[in-house]
């Protein structure tokens, strides 16, 4: 089966399910979450730290 799809370089591409968009979109939300939950562990971390060395 060959697909009549090309896009601008003439490569045949596959067209993608209303599912798969829509993970990719939230997919592409949930990133920069991830990365300021991850910066605010690590900032909550260090100054827990820095507070045990000062008493």
Same mark, same amino acid.
């Given at each position: =089966? @060959?697909?009549?799809?090309?896009? $601008?370089?003439?490569?045949? @591409?596959a067209p993608m399910s209303d599912y798969e968009i829509l =993970? #990719? @979109?939230?997919? #592409? #939300? $949930?990133?920069?979450? =991830? @990365?300021?939950?991850?910066?605010?562990?690590?900032?909550?971390?260090?100054?827990?730290?820095?507070?045990?060395?000062?008493?």
């Amino acid at each position: =089966m @060959v697909s009549e799809q090309l896009d $601008a370089n003439g490569r045949e @591409v596959a067209p993608m399910s209303d599912y798969e968009i829509l =993970m #990719i @979109v939230l997919g #592409i #939300i $949930a990133l920069p979450f =991830m @990365v300021c939950d991850t910066l605010l562990t690590l900032l909550n971390f260090l100054d827990k730290r820095n507070n045990k060395r000062k008493k």
